[in-house]
């Protein structure tokens, strides 16, 4: 079956460094979002992303991140200059073909900011 | 913005037990979905819930969605020690994001 694949598993960075995780959704789904966790704490919605363009996104996703999809598979997160606060585990998902669908997680990439 | 409540925030059980997860909002919402995730996992959706007063089963598990659809519950009959994991419902806004409640953790003592 296929499935939302991410990379790194785990990611240590220092504070202020850039981060890039990397997502490739599964192959022939339209819809990709990036969600986080805080350790212990509920999944909250960072953006979607849509026909080469961001859809929505929350107001944590403030003006250190980006998203991109640069190659028609991968779909990655840039944090500019990571926070402690950052620390949290990021997850990727997707959907097929419309807002309505099954969203499928990837296994998500553990980012640790010291 | 739209919000869902979970509640418990806890819950142990002895395996055998029934187990039950309750989420609710102040507004009607269109749908609700339900995910597990096991401990270090991540998000598994197991069911999604649209129409006023639905119940769905998947062997062990019942979902159901309210009559005023501004509530929901998932019930697990005789917990299994493979049933560890949080709880989470879910809904999913008219731009496709999901808006989770804040999850139940399952404990079951064998």
């Known amino acids: 079956e296929p499935e939302v694949t991410q990379t790194p598993s785990h990611q240590v960075t220092q504070m202020g460094q850039e981060v890039i995780l990397r997502c490739v959704p599964i192959s022939n789904h339209l819809y990709f979002y990036w969600y986080r966790q805080i350790l212990g704490q509920k999944v909250e919605f960072l953006v979607s992303?849509?026909?080469?363009?961001?859809?929505?996104k929350s107001e944590i996703f403030d003006d250190q991140f980006s998203v991109e999809r640069p190659d028609g598979s991968n779909f990655t997160l840039k944090i500019r200059s990571t926070k402690l606060e950052d620390s949290a585990m990021y997850f990727c998902a997707s959907s097929p073909s419309s807002l309505a669908d099954t969203q499928y997680f990837g296994p998500g990439t553990r980012l640790t900011v010291l | 913005g739209q919000q869902v409540m979970q509640i418990p925030q806890y819950q142990h059980v002895q395996e055998g037990e029934d187990f039950t997860t309750y989420c609710n909002s102040s507004t009607t919402l269109s749908n609700i979905q339900w995910y597990k995730q096991r401990p270090g996992g991540h998000p598994v959706f197991l069911i999604q819930l649209v129409k006023s007063g639905e119940v769905k089963k998947q062997k062990r598990l019942t979902f159901q969605f309210g009559e005023a659809k501004k509530n929901s519950s998932l019930h697990i009959t005789a917990t299994q020690t493979t049933d560890v994991g949080t709880y989470f419902c879910a809904v999913s806004s008219n731009t496709g994001k999901l808006i989770f409640g804040q999850g139940t953790t399952l404990q079951v003592k064998p």
């Open positions: 992303f849509y026909n080469n363009e961001i859809s929505e």
